[in-house]
């Protein structure tokens, strides 16, 4: 169990990841790799450990010790600065920000996207959509899968022709020809916007996106 316990750390370390981190993007829960680091539980099942071998970007082999290397993955997908923009009456929704579009770092491609373009990742600055993603977060966004309604998205618009591109981290909860509709959790929140001014809608990647499930 110790070894197992090690092993996780190292690959949390080498990730640059929380436990909480992790674990959220693992199973949607953020106690489930703290249960195992603190020997809450000693015995994981097989398919904690699949997914949880998946989001540490190593096998399940590795995690037990019944391999000797953990699986090396390139740290290329570009971190963004996400900064908040103070809620006022000019704003088209809540939870906004501005989002640099240049990379301040860089962190390791998930085993599922080692192929995939115009990924990217950035870091959530409030809890507006606790508890599915919590502040500090780091989420991976892709540029070329289309959302669907349910996904959980970065909607990038801009009111007028005059002003700043803004961004909102939301669900996608309805769309058609004309129109698209976000929701956020907390507090809760339904705006429905013009397909005139959302620029661009990219998809926040699930754990089975990035694990290639």
């Known amino acids: 169990m110790t070894d197992l316990i090690s092993r996780i ?19 949607g829960r953020g106690d489930v790799i703290r249960d195992i680091l603190n020997q809450r539980v ?3 099942r097989s398919d904690t450990l699949t997914r949880l071998a998946a989001i540490l970007e190593t096998d399940e082999a590795w995690l037990m010790g019944r391999s000797t290397s953990a699986t090396p993955t390139p740290r290329d997908v570009p971190v963004f600065r996400a900064n908040s923009i103070p809620d006022s009456p000019s704003n ?16 390791n491609r998930p085993t599922g996207l080692r192929n995939a373009q115009g990924v990217y990742a950035f870091f ?12 500090g977060e780091l989420v991976y966004v892709s540029s070329e899968r289309p959302p669907r309604v349910g996904d959980y998205v970065l909607a ?3 009111l007028s022709p005059d002003s700043q ?9 309805a769309r058609d020809e004309r129109t698209v509709t976000l929701t956020r959790f907390a507090p809760p929140w339904r705006e429905t916007l013009a397909h005139s001014i959302i620029l661009r809608l990219h998809k ?10």
Do not use: W
Request: aromatic share 6%.
């Open 204 to 213: 926040i990647l699930t754990f089975n996106d990035m694990a290639g499930l």
């Open 42 to 44: 000693r015995h994981p």
């Open 165 to 173: 591109d803004q961004s909102c981290v939301a669900r996608l909860s």
């Open 156 to 158: 990038v618009f801009r």
């Open 92 to 107: 088209a929704t809540k939870g906004t920000l501005l989002l640099e579009e240049t990379a301040v770092e860089y962190v």
């Open 124 to 135: 959530i600055t409030d809890d507006g959509m606790a508890p599915r993603f919590e502040t």
């Open 9 to 27: 750390q190292d690959r949390l370390s080498a990730l640059g990841l929380s436990a909480h981190a992790a674990s959220m993007a693992a199973f």
